[in-house]
């Protein structure tokens, strides 16, 4: 809420500028790094195996942090933690930037993401309580689209910077952003006292830690490891498995647990956290899957595959700005629903890839996925916190958002692991019916016929070729199932008024 001399419009809109300035540069962080480390891999003399520490440091201080940041904006104040995570983000992305070797840039990766784990969740609930209930839904749109387009758009500026710039710029890049952010928040948004907290559940935190770490690391591991066939991935899971059951039974039975009991008898919330996890790691996924499909198979340079996937960040803004009136008029829940039948559409599109299609399709397809997600996300936003009261917004944007970043992290090593297994399986069967009896082989390839080894080499790397093309589309059609499948879960959903407060007028039929 804005102080009562702040608490005009304008205070209100330059607060929630300084807001998701914020939400912006954490968002964009979580990916923009990603096509820089081959340049941060020869720059800081690492090894393959290594250079992958600089993501998953960041992502294990993100997980580490997030849990903890409802608890402490209740005792610290929301604006001074805010201040704070915007203050100790940049400059440590200044330190990342100017890191001479693997150790430090790790160290600094590492408390880049605690500094920022605050950010998007403290974003989205002073928002929520700084905008009467009728504009809530286009407020929100903004937030989301932000929220949603930026990590979509992370490895064009990404690659952008690398490439005109130096790689180092990808950090330096947040302090122009992060400055403005600060000054905006500084002056616009009300401070609130702190010293609210229950007593801090040491044990449910504990246990919330070694879940979340143990998944976010069993993620990022995995692929590189073989998943279950290492030693390491299996202490993941038991730590993830462990720290589940902890955190179950601690918050039925605590007096006084880590998160409020009040957020797990919320149907709406509760729903929406299964979409956001779902729904999380189905599309964040393929912005994993594409580049690697459009540089390794399509032969596209990074800042060209960073182009194709434009239209998908079009399409996002496009759907988050008309979903409120759509909503508005047909009821939210069927808005998630055209959602969602959009997305499969897309998805479908996406499995009718082939190798001799130019970007077109790559764009149409995107075009379509950013309004599918642009539409379910937008009212799912405002139906997750329709029946909460005000005083745990904090706690559940910090919960719905850690379960958001664990969504992203399962799904993009789920789907990669799909990706593997049906490439080889791919490979295996049309391997078999490559014969040097076929005369397709015995026109094409003559060098097969006195055992070349370029001619062997040529028809491997081909047949190559065609499986990863056939693995792509089989995932990219699982995905399309799945999102059908989870459509059911929005008839859970419903629009309540509670405690007597003025929601927004949601008809869900």
């Not at 300084?18 to 003399?45: E, K, R």
């Not at 979409?275 to 032969?299: C, D, I, R």
């Not at 910090?398 to 080889?424: D, K």
């Not at 016929?449 to 070729?465: K, P, Q, T």
Request: proline share 5%; hydrophobic share 55%.
């Amino acid at each position: 809420m804005i102080s009562d001399q702040k608490s005009g419009k304008g205070a209100r809109v330059i607060a929630t500028g300084g807001l998701m300035l914020a939400t912006l540069m954490v968002a964009l962080d979580s990916t923009i790094a990603n096509v820089a480390l081959p340049h941060v891999q020869g720059s800081l003399s690492a090894a393959q195996d290594q250079i992958t520490w600089v993501l998953t440091s960041y992502i294990v201080g993100t997980a580490l942090m997030t849990p903890l940041s409802g608890w402490l904006s209740l005792k610290l104040g929301r604006k001074p933690l805010f201040l704070i995570s915007i203050a100790g983000f940049v400059g440590i992305s200044m330190l990342c930037g100017m890191a001479t070797s693997l150790p430090e840039m790790v160290l600094f990766r590492f408390l880049q993401g605690i500094a920022g784990a605050a950010m998007m969740p403290l974003s989205q609930a002073a928002i929520l309580d700084m905008w009467p209930p009728p504009v809530i839904p286009q407020v929100m749109a903004i937030w989301s689209a932000v929220a949603m387009v930026a990590p979509i758009m992370g490895p064009t500026l990404g690659g952008f910077l690398t490439e005109n710039l130096s790689w180092r710029w990808v950090f330096y890049i947040n302090l122009p952003v992060g400055a403005l952010s600060f000054a905006m928040t500084y002056l616009a948004l009300e401070r609130d006292r702190g010293g609210r907290e229950r007593p801090f559940d040491w044990v449910g935190f504990l246990a919330l830690v070694f879940f979340t770490g143990g998944v976010q690391l069993m993620a990022d591991r995995g692929p590189a490891l073989d998943w279950f066939d290492a030693y390491e991935i299996w202490l993941y899971a038991a730590l993830a498995a462990c720290g589940a059951y902890v955190f179950v039974v601690q918050t039925v039975t605590s007096k006084h647990p880590f998160f409020h009991l009040a957020l797990f008898r919320d149907r709406n919330y509760l729903s929406s956290v299964g979409f956001v996890v779902f729904l999380s790691g189905l599309l964040l996924s393929t912005t994993a899957l594409l580049p690697s499909f459009m540089q390794n198979l399509m032969g596209y340079s990074a800042m060209q595959s960073g182009m194709a996937m434009m239209p998908r960040g079009v399409g996002s803004l496009i759907s988050f700005t008309v979903a409120p009136f759509i909503a508005a008029r047909i009821g939210p829940r069927r808005t998630i629903m055209l959602g969602l039948v959009v997305t499969a559409v897309a998805l479908w599109r996406m499995s009718q890839f082939d190798l001799s299609m130019d970007a077109r399709p790559i764009e149409t397809a995107g075009l379509l996925l950013g309004l599918g997600q642009g539409l379910a996300f937008n009212p799912l936003t405002v139906l997750a916190f329709a029946t909460l009261g005000i005083d745990h917004r904090t706690e559940a944007a910090v919960f719905s958002n850690m379960f958001r970043t664990l969504g992203g992290s399962l799904g993009i090593a789920a789907l990669q692991a799909a990706y593997i297994q049906q490439s080889a399986t791919a490979h295996e069967r049309l391997a078999a019916g490559v014969v040097s009896a076929d005369p397709v082989i015995r026109w094409s390839m003559p060098q097969i016929l006195d055992g070349a080894i370029s001619g062997l080499e040529a028809i491997n790397g081909e047949v190559s070729r065609q499986a990863s093309m056939m693995a792509y589309d089989t995932v990219f059609a699982w995905m399309g199932v799945g999102t059908v499948l989870i459509v059911p879960l929005v008839l859970t959903m419903r629009a309540a008024r509670t405690q007597g407060e003025k929601l927004q007028e949601i008809h869900v039929e």
